[in-house]
Nanobody
Framework: QVQLVESGGGLVQAGGSLRLSCVAS????????MGWFRQAPGKEREFVAAIRWSGDASYYADSVKGRFTISRDDAKNTVYLQMNSLKPEDTAVYYC????????????????WGQGTQVTVSS
């Protein structure tokens, strides 16, 4: 069992930045691939970014490529999502998730989820 707790969401103006954090507890964090997903009102939960357990590869949705960066610090059991050049369409609840199974770019592979953190980008 893995417990995940996100933080760092908030209200920001378009063009601004936020850094989300997700702290894991429970089983060994370093063996899990980690992902970030988001869900806007009335929409399905969508993939944002993911990083392999080894940290040697990361993946991004086209909509955030070049603006968002995922990283992990296994010593702190934490995965981050640095979000720059934010746009109003980035407004959503952001969730982190953990999995041992590929592919790591789809929500259906993830077994453990955090409670989410709200990100609101004003125009």
């Amino acid at each position: 069992q893995v417990q995940l707790v996100e933080s760092g969401g908030g209200l920001v103006q378009a063009g601004g930045s936020l850094r989300l954090s997700c702290v894991a507890s429970g089983r060994t964090f370093s063996v899990y691939a980690m992902g970030w997903f988001r869900q806007a009102p009335g929409k399905e939960r969508e993939f944002v970014a993911a990083i392999r357990w080894s940290g040697d590869a990361s993946y991004y949705a086209d909509s955030v490529k070049g603006r968002f960066t995922i990283s992990r610090d296994d010593a702190k059991n934490t995965v981050y999502l640095q979000m720059n050049s934010l746009k109003p369409e980035d407004t959503a609840v952001y969730y982190c998730a953990a999995t041992l199974e590929p592919p790591i770019t789809t929500r259906y592979s993830y077994h453990y989820w955090g409670q989410g953190t709200q990100v609101t980008v004003s125009s």
